[in-house]
């Protein structure tokens, strides 16, 4: 049976101590550092939106969600 654990820290003193608890244990791990990754993805999508300027071409929030929405048809549910 395989086990696995996840962990997020930003303390990289955790993540040494885990390492040394393990280096001479039969197990393997991958070290994933995302937080840059991901700040950075966002920082890029959240400045295109913002040069098309499209949150400013909606003038109405709701009426535009109920548009965007795809909600499956319930059955009983018109």
Do not use: C, F
């Amino acid at each position: 049976m395989e086990h696995k654990i996840t962990v997020k820290t930003e303390d990289p003193q955790i993540i040494e101590r885990i390492l040394q608890m393990i280096k001479d244990e039969p197990a393997t791990y991958t070290l994933v550092n995302e937080s840059k990754k991901n700040s950075n993805d966002l920082v890029n999508i959240m400045n295109n939106i913002a040069e098309k300027k499209i949150i400013q071409r909606i003038q109405d929030p709701l009426k535009w969600q109920k548009e965007i929405r795809k909600d499956k048809k319930l059955i009983g549910r018109r």
